[in-house]
T-cell receptor
Framework: RKEVEQDPGPFNVPEGATVAFNCTYS??????FFWYRQDCRKEPKLLMSVYSSGNEDGRFTAQLNRASQYISLLIRDSKLSDSATYLC????????????FGTGTRLQVTL | ETGVTQSPTHLIKTRGQQVTLRCSSQSGHNTVSWYQQALGQGPQFIFQ???????GRGNFPPRFSGLQFPNYSSELNVNALELDDSALYLCASSFGQIPTHNEQFFGPGTRLTVL
């Protein structure tokens, strides 16, 4: 079983739609949680951190459920420019602060 | 941009060969992490270097090795290349021995193809 699991998609949605991505993680010692965005053939870039209290950044809302080991990302009013792969990421601080990535969920926003 | 640079951008090698990939960290950063991203997969942690010492390693064989130099730039070496080593190799620059993820800035990557 992978440490971080995501539905690979693709999710094809029309512009203006609301779309939600979910992921689960298996390591209960995980301490930090994030969503990264990766455009085709580019490096991953941090989209937002995820907190138990939930956090919002413009059209993006992230939520963490530690009891269920579940992370979500909601995108409202989708734009064409949101088309990308969204990577669910966890880390647990030990000797090294390694990031553990999910496979990613591909989003395609269409006209 | 992040200020993290990697070279070369693309590389083609044949099975059994050796390869060296390079990463220059962002100014002020002293930690470099390396990740391998196969097609259709998320990046996987290879190892991390902090102040010229290996500071953690993922599930990769010993033929994956690295170095960090006094200026904190880093190299990833892969010996006896296999077809499955074909991937995008990413380095991430950060500050401190146990950096928070917020401080990990990724370079554009080196795309390695093994024939």
């Amino acid at each position: 079983r992978k440490e971080v699991e995501q539905d690979p998609g693709p999710f094809n949605v029309p512009e203006g739609a609301t779309v939600a991505f979910n992921c689960t993680y298996s390591n209960s010692a995980s301490q930090s949680f994030f969503w990264y965005r990766q455009d085709c053939r580019k490096e991953p870039k941090l989209l937002m951190s995820v907190y138990s209290s939930g956090n919002e950044d413009g059209r993006f809302t992230a939520q963490l459920n530690r009891a269920s080991q579940y992370i979500s990302l909601l995108i409202r009013d989708s734009k064409l420019s949101d088309s990308a792969t969204y990577l669910c990421v966890v880390s647990h601080t030990g000797t090294a602060s390694k990031l553990t990535f999910g496979t990613g969920t591909r989003l395609q926003v269409t006209l | 941009e992040t200020g993290v640079t990697q070279s070369p951008t693309h590389l083609i090698k044949t099975r059994g060969q050796q390869v060296t990939l390079r990463c220059s960290s962002q100014s002020g950063h002293n930690t470099v992490s390396w990740y391998q991203q196969a097609l259709g997969q998320g990046p996987q942690f290879i190892f991390q270097y902090y102040r010229e010492e290996e500071n953690g390693r993922g599930n990769f064989p010993p033929r994956f090795s690295g170095l960090q130099f006094p200026n904190y730039s880093s190299e990833l070496n892969v010996n006896a290349l296999e077809l499955d080593d074909s991937a995008l190799y990413l380095c991430a620059s950060s500050f401190g021995q146990i950096p928070t993820h917020n401080e990990q800035f990724f370079g554009p990557g080196t795309r390695l193809t093994v024939l």
